[in-house]
């Protein structure tokens, strides 16, 4: 038996409602063409022009609402989403670059 792979091509920008608005709409096509397994490119979620502009948009792993949604996605399409990397803010001035997996049931 084989299994569909989608693979997601987007520009991703600074504002981060936009690029999971793209993710959602990809998803939902890659899904309704029966894909499985979708991969985002790295940095899907926020692609920051600087330091700064990351300082001001990353948000941390815990209590990110980005990575709630992400999981609703594919938790509504039953498919296993792998994100390629979105950056997230460590809390000490750093940050790190984490790609992600959401299962089925929505479960990173």
């Not at 502009?53 to 948000?59: K, T």
């Given at each position: 038996m084989s299994e569909r792979v989608a693979l997601v091509q987007m520009c991703s920008g600074t504002a981060v409602e936009a690029n999971l608005a793209a993710i959602e709409t990809a998803v939902a096509e890659a899904a309704a063409g029966g894909a499985r397994y979708v991969l985002t490119p790295e940095m899907s979620v926020l692609f920051a022009e600087n330091r700064q502009m990351l300082a001001e948009r990353a948000l941390p792993f815990e209590?990110?609402?980005a990575l709630d949604r992400l999981a609703a996605t594919a938790r509504e399409?039953?498919?296993?989403?792998?994100?390629?990397?979105m950056p997230f803010a460590l809390g000490d001035g750093r940050f790190a670059n984490r790609s992600l997996v959401f299962s089925e049931s929505g479960q990173i």
């Amino acid at each position: 038996m084989s299994e569909r792979v989608a693979l997601v091509q987007m520009c991703s920008g600074t504002a981060v409602e936009a690029n999971l608005a793209a993710i959602e709409t990809a998803v939902a096509e890659a899904a309704a063409g029966g894909a499985r397994y979708v991969l985002t490119p790295e940095m899907s979620v926020l692609f920051a022009e600087n330091r700064q502009m990351l300082a001001e948009r990353a948000l941390p792993f815990e209590g990110n609402e980005a990575l709630d949604r992400l999981a609703a996605t594919a938790r509504e399409h039953a498919i296993v989403l792998h994100l390629g990397s979105m950056p997230f803010a460590l809390g000490d001035g750093r940050f790190a670059n984490r790609s992600l997996v959401f299962s089925e049931s929505g479960q990173i």
